[in-house]
């Protein structure tokens, strides 16, 4: 079945610090891809998302880009603030199957 | 209007209540979903309703009960819950059954008592 796999966190880095967490998944054909974001005590938000291959979503100075030969949706950004302290789960829909979470990474932003 | 809106944001109950949470969405969106999420956990599929109708049940216990009135609301009916159902509950929904990028609202923190 379908399945997304995260990077353990949570992620500890120092305000303007480059981040990376990784995502990769399994399922067979094109799904869509998506980051969503939970801040603490609110839902989700859906931060970005890639429908094909190569396609690189962004949104509020996050990127990814959609990996076909890497089964990888990474999300990157330059300079983290405070402010993106939060959850962050990598996710999947393929057709009208159910979208599939990854188990979720903590992100802390220090000053 | 872009948003999901649940109701109550909080909500403690006893066992032996009945209580129910509510959601509501004016963008026309024909699919709209109840999630369960634990601390510290991702979000799990309970309910989907597709145009209105219930297409999936992921097995929930019957203490459990979705209601979807018209296209633009989306109820579940508590009652009789244990202690272990605690948990943040979430609505969500999207354009079509399966379509890209769900929204999801801000969610329902329920402590069962």
């Known amino acids: 079945g379908n399945s997304v796999t995260q990077m353990e966190g949570p992620v500890t880095l120092s305000e303007e610090a480059f981040l990376t967490i990784n995502c990769t998944y399994t399922?067979?054909?094109?799904?869509?891809l998506f980051w969503y974001v939970q801040y603490p005590g609110e839902g989700l938000q859906l931060l970005l998302k890639a429908t094909k291959a190569d396609d690189k979503g962004s949104n509020k100075g996050f990127e990814a880009t959609y990996r076909k030969e890497t089964t990888s949706f990474h999300l990157e950004k330059g300079s983290v603030q405070v402010s993106d302290s939060a959850v962050y789960f990598c996710a999947l829909s393929k057709g009208f199957q159910k979208l599939v979470f990854g188990t979720g990474t903590r992100l802390l932003v220090s000053p | 209007d872009t948003e999901v809106t649940q109701t109550p944001k909080h909500l403690v109950m006893g066992m032996t209540n009945k209580k129910s949470l509510k959601c509501e969405q004016h963008m026309g969106h024909r699919a709209m979903y109840w999630y369960k999420q634990k601390a510290k956990k991702p979000p799990e599929l309970m309910f989907v309703?597709?145009?209105?109708?219930?297409?999936i049940n992921e097995s929930v216990p019957s203490r459990f009960s979705p209601e979807c009135p018209n296209s633009s609301l989306l109820n579940l009916h508590l009652h009789a819950l244990q202690p272990e159902d605690s948990a943040l509950y979430l609505c969500a929904s999207s354009q079509d059954p399966g379509s890209d990028g769900y929204t999801f609202g801000s969610g329902t923190r329920l402590t069962v008592v």
């Open positions: 309703y597709s145009y209105e109708k219930l297409s």
């Open positions: 399922a067979t054909g094109y799904p869509s």
